[in-house]
Each structure stands twice: as structure tokens, then as C-alpha cells.
């Protein structure tokens, strides 16, 4: 059987300052590529006995919208080589789920239908998302089976892949024939996998997952910040033939996932209330920060100042934060090298999210040109250059050149920051931080501070998606068949 995979992935921040343009992207081309998928599609055709065709596969770190031209030509560009690769038997995809280009509020959408124009309708298209995403009607149209991730930080992607090849692999030899339902829980929020209900929810999914006639199940948490039509969140579930089957549990899930939303949120921390508690670290493990508002992963500029800011007002010492995206402040230290001590302006200065720009008295520690994290078990990605600059009051700052969120206690070691006897580590993420760095941490903080990712999901300006959601209306449901 031949195999065509290919992806286009990226999540779009509709609020935020910048667009995606040509240079955020990653374009991996051909079996020669080198992106993260590529070990796992050598071993599962190996297994099979399958012939693969890697096509075009491009992913960018979160921003604003692509601009036009820059989704077309790459869109265009996978499309060719699919024509070239035809006939083909099946056709995976890797996408987000939630980019959005100039013209095109549903990237995904446009490029599953484009796909499906070029192999007809009796070719079996498998598509992986990212959970947070917006499952659209025209995603599903063109599809034949759709799978998110279940876990958030996303360690089963890999997982969640391997089980997409299995059942289009299956459906493309006759031997199921995927149908879903949607249930549209009408929600917006985020949902940590790492601790209880979610925990024993993903479980539930799990188990429905063996019920006779069930091929997969999903819980599409949404992105929030994404103003588009259908965002929010969403549980699907895909059956062998059965569409009553697939109804029933997609509500029987929407309404448990309904029922848990009260205990679900991420708890957060005001800013005083975590600079209390690291005033108070005497001893132990140190606390993992997570200033969870200046994600990269989320569309965040990753260079706020909050934080940073109220370390210094307090004097507390004996921190590391990271990663910084400032490239002044990057080329300055390469300029001025290993040991150099100087006044460096840091941060502050993307946006009105990211506060305002701190003056520090520094020491260079660390240069690397090629500094790099390791994500989620995937392997190491690049930060592009990383810098350690430390100051008198015990700050020990990572700057990087490429804006991307924590993921690695590499981001710091690498650079020669020892993390063990910190007070604390402040980590420019949301949630995926939480995999690698959990087990060393006394206690994880989520803190929210007035960067672009603020939690205050009733309050997001939407202008495309309705605003009948919870937890903007307390009953989404009236006027909507639950
Ligand atoms: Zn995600």
C-alpha cells in the first residue's frame, strides 16, 4: 500500500502582534527531511510493509495569522507533490487544527478539501490534531477520520499517530469503515491532563476507546485565542459504521467533560501571591514558575517583564527564568563575549503585553550558537542562539533567538545553569514545561500576570466565534439542543 504524509502546522493567535510570515517556518521536504515524524513512519511502514511518501511537512512556532501568500505557496507546494506521488492508498496528515492565514479562518479545513479534490473520494485521508483545536464542519466534510491528542503536555503524539496510521491503514483495506459525531460541549478553558479530573477523564476516553464498534475518541480542548467561528471545545468520537453509536457517546462524554468544569480550571496564582511564596523558600527543591501568560507556544512574544520586575522590586535572588526572545539584547552579549560585564536592557519591548523593558547590571556567562531544548520525547529543537546572562542580586537570565516556550531543563543546563538548589525556576510556558520539569520542582505555580495569554477566558473579544459559551454565559445551552 502506498502511503502520502504531509502537513502543514501551526496554532494562530488571532490577538497577537505579529503575522506568520515566511521566515517562522520549518519546511522539512522528502525522506531526507529530518522532521520529528520521520522515525516514527520508517518504523510503522517497515512493520507494515508499506511504501511511504514523505511530502511536504512545515511547522512554525505560534504567532498572528500567516500572511496569504506565505499558507498558499506552501499549501500549493504539498499539493504538487501529492499529484506526483498519485495513486496513492491513503493519506495521512499532521496538521494543528487552529492556523488561520489572511482570507482563510480555517487553514485546515481549506487544505483536508483541496486534498480530497486530488484523490477522489474513495482514497482514506487520516488527520492528527493538536487538541487545541477548532474541529470544523468543513475538517470532517473532507475526512475520514480526525484524532487529537489526548494528553496536555502532549506526550502522546507520537501515540496518538501510530493509532491515526492504524485505523486509515484498516479503512483503506476495507476492513472498517470510520463514522463520527460531534458533540460541541460549548466551552472555552484549558484542561491539564497531568492531575485529576482530567487525569481519570483521559482514562474514561480510554475505556470507551475498547467498547465494541468504538474506533477512537477524542477531546478537542479548543485554543481560546483564536477568534474564529468554531472555536471552542469539542468531543468527537469515531465508530465502524455506526453513527447512533458515535451520538451517543460524543454526548455521553460532552456532558461528563460539562459536568467536571468547575474542578477542571488550571489553578493560577496572582503575582504577590507567588513572589510571597518564594520569599518564604528557605530550603529544598525550588518552585517552577510557570508565567504562563507569555507562552511562545501559544503566541506569546516571550519576552514580559512581570515577573523579572517583581524579583528585583522584592530582592529575591537565586532564580533562573527563561527563555527571553531579545535579540538586542542577544547580539549585545555576543558582541561583548564570555565574561563581559555591562548594563543590558532586557525584555519589554514586542508589545504593550510584554510590560516594559528592565535595565540590569549583567555578567555574560554563556554563548551557544546552536543552543537547543529536548521536547516532550521527540527530541532536541532548536532555540537558535542562547545566552546566560547573571546578575549581582542572583538572577540567572536565558535569552534565546528563536521565540519558543519552555519545554526542557535543557534550556537552562545546557548552558551550565544548575537548576537543583534554585529557589525557583521561571518558565515562559503554559503547561508542556510541566513534563520535564515537575519531578524536580517542590511545587509548580501557575502565575498570571497581564501578558497576551490571559486566563480570563468570559472576557476574550471575540468578534467571529458567538459568545453563547461558558464561561462567558453561565447556560451555553439555552436555545441549543445540549
Ligand atoms: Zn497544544
Given at each position: 500500500?502506498?502511503?502520502?504524509?504531509?502537513?502543514?502546522?501551526?496554532?494562530?493567535?488571532?490577538?497577537?502582534?505579529?503575522?506568520?510570515?515566511?521566515?517562522?517556518?520549518?519546511?522539512?521536504?522528502?525522506?531526507?527531511?529530518?522532521?520529528?515524524?520521520?522515525?516514527?513512519?520508517?518504523?510503522?511502514?517497515?512493520?507494515?510493509?508499506?511504501?511511504?511518501?514523505?511530502?511536504?511537512?512545515?511547522?512554525?512556532?505560534?504567532?498572528?495569522?500567516?500572511?496569504?501568500?506565505?499558507?498558499?505557496?506552501?499549501?500549493?507546494?504539498?499539493?504538487?507533490?501529492?499529484?506526483?506521488?498519485?495513486?496513492?492508498?491513503?493519506?495521512?496528515?499532521?496538521?494543528?487544527?487552529?492556523?488561520?492565514?489572511?482570507?482563510?479562518?480555517?487553514?485546515?479545513?481549506?487544505?483536508?478539501?483541496?486534498?480530497?479534490?486530488?484523490?477522489?473520494?474513495?482514497?482514506?485521508?487520516?488527520?492528527?490534531?493538536?487538541?487545541?483545536?477548532?474541529?470544523?464542519?468543513?475538517?470532517?466534510?473532507?475526512?475520514?477520520?480526525?484524532?487529537?491528542?489526548?494528553?496536555?503536555?502532549?506526550?502522546?503524539?507520537?501515540?496518538?499517530?501510530?493509532?491515526?496510521?492504524?485505523?486509515?491503514?484498516?479503512?483503506?483495506?476495507?476492513?472498517?469503515?470510520?463514522?463520527?459525531?460531534?458533540?460541541?460541549?460549548?466551552?472555552?478553558?484549558?484542561?491539564?491532563?497531568?492531575?485529576?479530573?482530567?487525569?481519570?477523564?483521559?482514562?474514561?476516553?480510554?475505556?470507551?476507546?475498547?467498547?465494541?464498534?468504538?474506533?477512537?475518541?477524542?477531546?478537542?480542548?479548543?485554543?481560546?485565542?483564536?477568534?474564529?467561528?468554531?472555536?471552542?471545545?469539542?468531543?468527537?468520537?469515531?465508530?465502524?459504521?455506526?453513527?447512533?453509536?458515535?451520538?451517543?457517546?460524543?454526548?455521553?462524554?460532552?456532558?461528563?467533560?460539562?459536568?467536571?468544569?468547575?474542578?477542571?480550571?488550571?489553578?493560577?496564582?496572582?503575582?504577590?501571591a507567588a513572589l510571597d511564596q518564594l520569599q518564604a523558600?528557605?530550603?529544598?527543591?525550588?518552585?517552577?514558575?510557570?508565567?504562563?501568560?507569555?507562552?511562545?507556544?501559544?503566541?506569546?512574544?516571550?519576552?514580559?517583564?512581570?515577573?523579572?520586575?517583581?524579583?528585583?522590586?522584592?530582592?529575591?535572588?537565586?532564580?533562573?527564568?527563561?527563555?527571553?526572545?531579545?535579540?538586542?539584547?542577544?547580539?549585545?552579549?555576543?558582541?561583548?563575549?564570555?565574561?563581559?560585564?555591562?548594563?543590558?536592557?532586557?525584555?519589554?519591548?514586542?508589545?504593550?503585553?510584554?510590560?516594559?523593558?528592565?535595565?540590569?547590571?549583567?555578567?555574560?556567562?554563556?554563548?551557544?550558537?546552536?543552543?537547543?531544548?529536548?521536547?516532550?520525547?521527540?527530541?532536541?529543537?532548536?532555540?537558535?542562539?542562547?545566552?546566560?546572562?547573571?546578575?549581582?542580586?542572583?538572577?540567572?537570565?536565558?535569552?534565546?533567538?528563536?521565540?519558543?516556550?519552555?519545554?526542557?531543563?535543557?534550556?537552562?543546563?545546557?548552558?551550565?545553569?544548575?537548576?537543583?538548589?534554585?529557589?525557583?525556576?521561571?518558565?515562559?510556558?503554559?503547561?508542556?514545561?510541566?513534563?520535564?520539569f515537575a519531578p524536580l520542582a517542590s511545587q509548580v505555580l501557575y502565575?498570571?500576570?497581564?501578558?497576551?495569554?490571559?486566563?480570563?477566558?468570559?472576557?476574550?473579544?471575540?468578534?467571529?466565534?458567538?459568545?453563547?459559551?461558558?464561561?462567558?454565559?453561565?447556560?451555553?445551552?439555552?436555545?441549543?439542543?445540549?
Open positions: 500500500m502506498k502511503i502520502f504524509i504531509a502537513g502543514i502546522a501551526t496554532e494562530t493567535n488571532t490577538f497577537a502582534m505579529a503575522p506568520t510570515g515566511a521566515g517562522a517556518w520549518t519546511v522539512y521536504r522528502g525522506p531526507a527531511g529530518g522532521s520529528a515524524w520521520q522515525p516514527i513512519v520508517e518504523r510503522l511502514a517497515l512493520h507494515g510493509g508499506h511504501e511511504v511518501v514523505l511530502g511536504l511537512l512545515a511547522e512554525a512556532h505560534p504567532d498572528g495569522p500567516t500572511v496569504r501568500a506565505v499558507y498558499e505557496h506552501l499549501r500549493d507546494e504539498l499539493l504538487a507533490g501529492l499529484q506526483a506521488a498519485m495513486p496513492v492508498h491513503a493519506v495521512l496528515l499532521p496538521l494543528h487544527g487552529a492556523m488561520v492565514a489572511d482570507g482563510y479562518p480555517d487553514c485546515e479545513g481549506d487544505l483536508i478539501a483541496r486534498v480530497r479534490a486530488v484523490v477522489g473520494p474513495a482514497v482514506p485521508i487520516g488527520v492528527e490534531l493538536d487538541l487545541h483545536c477548532h474541529l470544523t464542519h468543513k475538517m470532517l466534510q473532507s475526512a475520514d477520520i480526525v484524532i487529537a491528542y489526548k494528553e496536555y503536555p502532549h506526550t502522546d503524539m507520537a501515540a496518538r499517530f501510530e493509532e491515526l496510521w492504524r485505523i486509515t491503514v484498516a479503512a483503506a483495506e476495507g476492513r472498517v469503515r470510520p463514522v463520527t459525531a460531534v458533540h460541541d460541549a460549548r466551552m472555552l478553558g484549558f484542561w491539564h491532563t497531568t492531575r485529576e479530573p482530567m487525569k481519570s477523564f483521559v482514562q474514561r476516553m480510554q475505556a470507551v476507546e475498547r467498547e465494541p464498534g468504538v474506533l477512537s475518541v477524542s477531546f478537542g480542548h479548543g485554543f481560546p485565542w483564536g477568534d474564529v467561528p468554531e472555536a471552542g471545545a469539542k468531543v468527537w468520537v469515531v465508530t465502524d459504521g455506526d453513527p447512533d453509536l458515535a451520538a451517543r457517546w460524543a454526548l455521553t462524554l460532552g456532558r461528563e467533560i460539562w459536568s467536571l468544569r468547575h474542578q477542571t480550571g488550571a489553578r493560577q496564582s496572582s503575582l504577590p523558600w528557605h530550603a529544598g527543591p525550588p518552585i517552577v514558575v510557570a508565567d504562563i501568560a507569555d507562552n511562545a507556544g501559544g503566541g506569546a512574544s516571550s519576552d514580559s517583564t512581570f515577573i523579572l520586575a517583581g524579583l528585583l522590586e522584592r530582592g529575591i535572588g537565586n532564580v533562573a527564568l527563561g527563555g527571553f526572545y531579545d535579540l538586542g539584547a542577544i547580539q549585545v552579549c555576543r558582541d561583548a563575549g564570555v565574561g563581559a560585564r555591562l548594563n543590558l536592557r532586557v525584555g519589554g519591548k514586542l508589545g504593550p503585553a510584554s510590560g516594559h523593558p528592565v535595565d540590569l547590571a549583567v555578567t555574560v556567562r554563556a554563548i551557544r550558537a546552536d543552543h537547543a531544548q529536548s521536547v516532550l520525547g521527540l527530541g532536541p529543537r532548536a532555540c537558535g542562539w542562547g545566552v546566560w546572562v547573571s546578575t549581582d542580586e542572583g538572577l540567572d537570565i536565558v535569552l534565546i533567538s528563536e521565540r519558543t516556550q519552555v519545554f526542557g531543563t535543557d534550556l537552562y543546563t545546557g548552558l551550565g545553569i544548575e537548576l537543583g538548589r534554585k529557589r525557583a525556576v521561571v518558565v515562559k510556558s503554559s503547561q508542556h514545561f510541566h513534563a520535564a502565575v498570571e500576570t497581564p501578558g497576551l495569554l490571559r486566563s480570563d477566558f468570559a472576557h476574550i473579544p471575540y468578534r467571529h466565534r458567538d459568545l453563547e459559551v461558558w464561561p462567558r454565559v453561565e447556560d451555553p445551552w439555552q436555545g441549543h439542543a445540549p
